[in-house]
């Protein structure tokens, strides 16, 4: 597992991100990128990165920028696509990644909901087609979803793992290919709830914010839900569960709440406003407090 070449298509938030976990591995990493500006500066971008992380900056030369898919993917061994969510231009540039790619090369998307059975539906061989569902920052963040269509080999679920495993990622099997994978099903159920408690005038948004990180949220880290629930009991979770499932919110489309706030042009931090209002100053605050956790968690002994 060393010594693998790598593509990465697009180099925006998500693909820089993965192309420095890859290079700090070890592994050659090729990056196609169309926009000359930010193609030009995706290795000064994962250097001052590594150096924020006190890590070897030497790891940014191992990462090559390119203008074309043939210069990123033709000895490629594994091809990920990071480019943005919308499904003709995934199925577009996974067309370009079958024709140049080696016949051994694995071809990973890293949509967080589309669906990897939709996204691969155009290619002749989807036998080597998967999802690898990294998190923001990738670099930071251990979980990769390894989603698996009815179509995709074992085998190259096999090796994706343990090439994720081998860089350092925790990689998860997602046996069936439903929107959101995992993570993000679990999470947006948490979300549409909390949505639909400031909307039906239960509490305000800080109020929710409040009690997801002063309560459970400092338990999330350590343990998962279904741990949660064995510790307590799977039977007080039953009793638990005849008191309250009845009365969560069951909405099938988004909060009108949320509509409204988007209509409004809430669209939050980058706006100053969305269910909570933001300065500048709170803004970048909230950000390095994020970043500045993430940090302590990926090196807890801070050396």
Known sequence: MTGRRIGIIGAGLMGHGIAQAFAEAGHRVDVLEPDPTRRAGITDRIRRNLEELGRDTGAAGRVHACATM???????????EAVPEDLDLKRRVFLA???????????????????????????????????THWWN??????????????????????????????????????????????????????????????????????????????????????????????????????????????DLDRSAEPQPLLRE??????????????????????TVETHSRLAAHLRRLDNPAGG
């Not at 043939?70 to 990920?80: H, N």
């Open 137 to 246: 920052p990738p670099h930071l963040i251990p979980l990769v979803e390894v989603v698996q269509t009815p179509d995709t080999a074992e085998t190259a679920i096999a090796t994706m793992i343990a090439l994720l495993t081998a860089i350092g990622k925790t990689p998860v099997h997602v046996r069936k290919d439903v929107p959101g994978f995992i993570g993000n099903r679990l999470q947006h159920a948490l979300w549409r709830e909390a949505i639909a408690l400031v909307q039906n005038g239960v509490c305000d948004a800080e109020t929710v914010d409040a009690v997801v990180k002063a309560s459970f949220g400092r338990r999330l880290a350590v343990l998962g839900p279904l741990e949660n629930a064995d510790l307590v009991g799977t039977d007080l979770t039953l009793a638990v569960h005849g008191y309250l499932l009845g």
């Open 70 to 80: 043939e210069e990123a993917a033709a000895e490629a061994d594994v091809v990920i």
């Open 97 to 131: 990644m079958e024709a140049v790619a080696p016949p051994h090369a694995l071809l990973a998307s890293n949509t967080s909901v589309i669906p990897i059975t939709q996204i691969v539906e155009p290619l002749r061989n989807k036998s080597r087609a998967m999802g």
């Open 261 to 282: 706030l988007v209509a409004s042009g809430r669209l939050g931090m980058k706006t100053g406003a969305g269910f909570r209002t933001w300065t500048e100053a709170q």
